[in-house]
């Protein structure tokens, strides 16, 4: 598979992020027709292919299957019985899609371009091969959690867009702090005063983080949340320290106690608060990406309010460029990326000003304050989406030494650090590319 340098350039644009913003639901669904071009009275070739393909139970299943527009564009020798309108469609239609004159001719048309296909094949490569040309890249955007989620995924069937939109609603159900009647929220409700069942996918969630807490130092910590309330970034005003001091005992993941025999979680402090927006991102995409893959999708790119999730479940490499974050136009370079889930994360676009200094939207759980250092974007490579997603913002706030250190130790993990100034910091096994 080939993400592509122009795709990701498209992805990660400011302007298209920008662009997310209006939109609530997009379904993008080329108009495809296929055409096939036969000699019906005179060509032998045509006849065979007609009995052989044409009317066979396969090519009329694979037609019901992607709802194909199929047309039949017959020159016959005898044309008395056809209209001289219709002559003239068909011979302009073959002037355009069938310009070599070949028969028996089978063509899939968009308004952009044709894709012919080998009529010479058996019947079950030509039907593998009409599939692919039917199978875009389909994209549907909309609100949730405040931002936009936008999927996209190669297949033919849009109907799988609500399978996506049903499971988000229900992680949402499970780990959204922000509604009331979620799992998270009763456990942050009842925080200091008593343990909370929950259910087994939110404990072994939770029991993850945790794992996820002590790996980077502490660096990634869901109880943040406290914090998070006292940083106001849509208004710009900045805590006082005493309202900051006030927070920092109550951001510590070891203060989360769970139990597996029970299946209760709790919040040992009175105040204490969890958030899953440095990992839920990542939790989400990779149950979205279940759900396609089990439905025999094989490329997904999923954007999460600017953080940018894709898989692949093809055997080849992938191609990924990394955007410049000085410049949202600019690829830096490509990536080689084999079965591996990615996510790219930044400051460069969220962010706020007061007294003519930058604040950035990660917090850093130590101190409860925005990270000070000069990383612009991350981008990191990981064998699924919840553990790149959790690992972008640890190594934001570790620094490009310690961050990268951490990421070497991992198995099967790679990270791409650019600062401020352009420069880019790898792991030691990242696979980089010429710029295209």
Avoid at 225 to 242: C, E, M, R, Y
Avoid at 358 to 363: E, G, N, T
Avoid at 391 to 401: E, N, R
Wanted: net charge positive; charged share 20%; glycine share 6%.
């Amino acid at each position: 598979m080939y993400f592509g340098v122009v795709v990701f350039e498209e992805l990660l644009s400011l302007k298209l992020i920008i662009s997310f913003l209006l939109l609530i639901s997009l379904s993008l669904t080329a108009q495809k027709k296929l055409y096939y071009f036969s000699g019906s009275d005179w060509c032998i070739p045509c006849m065979k292919f007609q009995k052989e393909f044409i009317e066979s139970k396969d090519f009329i299943s694979f037609c019901k299957e992607y709802k194909v527009d199929f047309e039949i564009l017959d020159f016959p020798q005898g044309r008395k019985n056809i209209l001289k309108k219709e002559l003239q469609r068909r011979d302009s239609l073959a002037k355009l899609y069938n310009k070599t004159g070949s028969f028996p001719y089978l063509t899939i048309v968009d308004k952009n371009n044709s894709i012919s296909i080998d009529h010479k094949r058996n019947s079950v490569l030509i039907i593998e091969e009409l599939k692919r040309g039917y199978e875009s890249l389909l994209t549907q955007t909309r609100m949730k959690m405040g931002s936009p989620l936008t999927i996209q995924f190669s297949s033919h069937d849009t109907s799988l867009f609500s399978n996506c939109w049903n499971e988000v609603d229900r992680i949402n159900k499970i780990i959204s702090s922000w509604d009331a009647s979620s799992e998270v929220s009763r456990i942050n409700k009842y925080a200091g005063e008593k343990p909370v069942k929950t259910s087994r996918e939110l404990l072994s969630l939770l029991s993850y983080c945790k794992e996820l807490s002590e790996t980077t130092q502490g660096a990634f910590d869901i109880t943040i949340k406290p914090a998070l309330n006292i940083w106001h970034w849509k208004t710009g005003i900045v805590p006082s320290d005493s309202l900051i001091n006030s927070v920092l005992g109550l951001v510590n993941f070891k203060n989360l106690e769970l139990n597996k025999i029970n299946s209760t979680a709790y919040l040992t402090k009175k105040g204490m608060l969890i958030d899953f927006g440095a990992i839920g991102k990542g939790y989400m995409a990779d149950k979205i990406t279940s759900l396609l893959k089990l439905k025999g999708v094989k490329e997904g790119h999923i954007n999460c309010g600017g953080d940018i999730f894709s898989f692949s479940s093809k055997t080849s490499a992938s191609i990924i460029g990394i955007v410049n974050p000085i410049n949202t136009n600019d690829i830096l370079f490509s990536l080689e990326v084999s079965n591996a889930s990615v996510v790219t994360s930044g400051n460069y676009y969220r962010f706020f000003k007061s007294g003519g200094k930058k604040y950035s939207h990660i917090l850093n759980p130590k101190n409860c304050k925005p990270v000070e250092n000069n990383i612009t974007s991350v981008t990191v490579l990981a064998p699924n989406a919840t553990l790149a997603d959790a690992l972008s913002t640890a190594v934001t706030v570790l620094g490009v030494d310690i961050g990268i250190d951490l990421i070497n130790q991992l198995p099967f993990t790679e990270v791409v650090i650019v600062i401020k100034n352009g420069e880019t910091f790898f792991s030691d096994d990242i696979r980089v590319l010429e710029k295209k």
